[in-house]
């Protein structure tokens, strides 16, 4: 993992089982980042610390950040979707 994070740093589990599934939680204790996975409770330990590595990689790596959606620029009316106001029911 990157993003300037301590030489010493190490990732804590925490592991919830809910019914048929198991809520993993890995916590990167230099950056203080934390990722969620679930899985099947019948799945290997191993699997489910490695799935939960992964995605605590993926958000410090910073790709779950989604780009704003740009209006049309060609348009001068055109506005960007998510500054929408709620509608009226009536």
Same mark, same amino acid.
């Given at each position: 993992?990157?993003?300037? *994070?301590?030489?010493?740093? !190490?990732?804590?589990? !925490?592991?919830?089982?809910?019914? *048929? ?12 980042? !934390? ?15 490695? *799935?939960?590595?992964?995605?605590? *990689? ?6 779950? !950040? ?25």
């Amino acid at each position: 993992m990157t993003r300037d *994070a301590p030489p010493d740093a !190490e990732v804590l589990f !925490e592991f919830k089982r809910v019914g *048929a599934y198991v809520q993993v939680c890995a916590i990167h204790t230099g950056l203080n980042i !934390e990722a969620q996975v679930s899985g099947p409770a019948a799945a290997p330990i191993d699997a489910l610390k490695a *799935a939960a590595v992964r995605r605590l *990689a993926m958000i410090i790596n910073g790709r779950r !950040e989604t780009p704003r959606l740009q209006p049309d620029r060609h348009d001068p009316g055109a506005r960007d979707p998510r500054d929408r106001k709620p509608g009226v029911l009536v």
